[in-house]
């Protein structure tokens, strides 16, 4: 069962959801370790159910895993070349480009979530959700405090920390623009 967000924009060839870029965010994942790290969690990338809370569940447990894999890695293993593409590189070079892709896929996810409307938790600092601009001592606030509370709150149907009352204080560097 598929349960789909709405595309962004109607007839986009593209489809790229919020549904398929989390499609997308965990097959990407999932090839970059295996592949390149020869990392593999014995699990598909995709839940069963593509909900939600599935995807949720299914991210957390391969996250975990490939974690517990590498703080298990002698330093020796980051220097060695595998293949990246086209080219080969060293397990560090590979994961450090990694991260700033998970990032990416972050912050894509965040700017159609807004443009969807919705209201945006931290994900590494103060969003114009939880008060604004660091300069303005705008808070971080995150949706769960712990892994555990997210999946305990999102399996009850949601139970995210409250976001603060919009401030008087501006949102952006260029108030008055």
């Known amino acids: 069962m598929r349960t789909c967000v ?28 295996r592949t390149m790290l020869g990392i593999d ?11 939600r809370l599935e995807f949720i569940k299914r991210f957390a447990e391969d996250s975990g895993k490939r974690l517990a894999v590498l703080k298990a890695k002698a330093e020796a293993w980051w220097e060695d070349e ?14 450090t ?6 990032s990416h896929h972050r ?14 938790h931290s994900n590494y600092g103060p969003t114009a959700d939880t008060g604004g601009l660091m300069q303005n ?3 971080t606030i995150y949706a769960y405090a712990t892994l ?24 952006t560097e260029r108030p008055g623009e």
């Open 6 to 33: 709405c595309a962004l924009r109607a007839g986009d060839s593209r489809g790229r959801s919020v549904h398929e870029q989390m499609v997308h965010q965990c097959v990407s994942e999932d090839i970059w370790f």
């Open 137 to 139: 001592h705008a808070p």
């Open 97 to 102: 480009r990694r991260m700033p892709h998970t």
């Open 82 to 95: 595998v293949q990246f593409f086209d080219v080969r590189r060293s397990r560090a070079w590979v994961m």
């Open 148 to 171: 555990e509370a997210l999946l305990a709150g999102e399996a009850a149907g949601g139970g995210k920390t409250t976001l603060p009352k919009p401030l008087d204080k501006p949102l």
């Open 41 to 51: 969690v014995g699990a598909p990338p995709l839940p069963a159910q593509e909900t």
């Open 107 to 120: 912050g894509q996810q965040m700017a159609m979530l807004r443009m969807l409307g919705r209201d945006l």
